[in-house]
């Protein structure tokens, strides 16, 4: 009979132990825990929401681009069209260039697909690119406004690169990308095996922008990416592979 007591009060003191492991101490121990009270941990480790057990409510999700892309937008425009941009372009020379070949650190923006150009003017338009002078720019030009900049740029010619005559120069990550980090191919994208609309031609781009975006991207200050896809690619690349795959698409094009 002891024997069986001492057997209740042993799976007694156990399960207060493993409630307290699970319901209090667990929830505490990880560093994104901000509840300040038992109940908020004992709702935690429960899987109740945040709100429910008088904690603060969940963030707003993080704002992305809101254009919806279009097969028609990747058209070029009329003679009309580029005679209008061009006209338009000169107060884009500063930092682009007077033929869209910039002499800074400004994405070179010759050649470069109509769909792509209008979609990040219009996402600085409406804040979901961020840039002081670009935003400002932007939200000064109508719809046709800019149709007409994207067909001028479009319509001019590419930067010259290297040509690629060896494919083991060419970056893991822009052939084949990294199928154990979810990591797809550069070129799936940006063009080379596949190019998806909205998706920018990267070749010839100053090496520094491209570094730039990427660790914004990783780092989440950029996001005006569709459904988070940059980010995503982004945040898995380790410094030395942004560099890599920067100075690709950069090489001699600057």
């Excluded at 400002?136 to 007409?148: M, Q, Y």
């Excluded at 100053?206 to 940059?230: C, E, I």
Aim: aromatic share 8%; proline share 6%.
């Amino acid at each position: 009979m002891r024997a069986a007591w001492w057997s209740i009060a042993a799976l007694a003191v156990l399960t207060v132990v493993a409630a307290l492991i699970g319901f209090v101490w667990l929830p505490y121990a990880h560093a994104d825990f901000r509840a300040k009270g038992l109940w908020d941990a004992i709702c935690r480790a429960a899987g109740v929401p945040r709100e429910w057990g008088g904690g603060v409510a969940a963030a707003r999700p993080v704002r992305s681009t809101s254009v919806v892309l279009e097969p028609g937008m990747a058209q070029g425009g009329s003679e009309a069209a580029i005679g209008r941009g061009a006209t338009l372009a000169l107060q884009c020379t500063m930092c682009h260039g007077a033929q869209g070949l910039s002499q800074s650190n400004a994405p070179n923006l010759a050649g470069q697909y109509p769909d792509v150009i209008m979609k990040q003017l219009v996402d600085y338009q409406r804040g979901d690119r961020a840039h002081a002078l670009m935003q400002a720019l932007a939200s000064k030009l109508t719809e046709n406004d800019v149709r007409d900049l994207a067909a001028y740029f479009s319509y001019l010619p590419k930067p010259r690169n290297v040509p690629v005559t060896d494919m083991s120069t060419v970056p893991a990550l822009v052939r084949v990308g990294d199928p154990l980090r979810n990591v797809a191919p550069c070129a799936s994208c940006h063009g080379g095996i596949d190019r998806k609309l909205g998706a920018p031609w990267l070749e010839g781009m100053p090496k520094d922008y491209l570094v730039a975006q990427l660790q914004a991207f990783a780092a989440g200050k950029r996001t005006n990416d569709s459904h988070a896809q940059m980010r995503n690619m982004a945040r898995s690349m380790s410094p030395r592979e942004i560099e890599e795959v920067a100075d690709f698409y950069a090489r001699h094009g600057q």
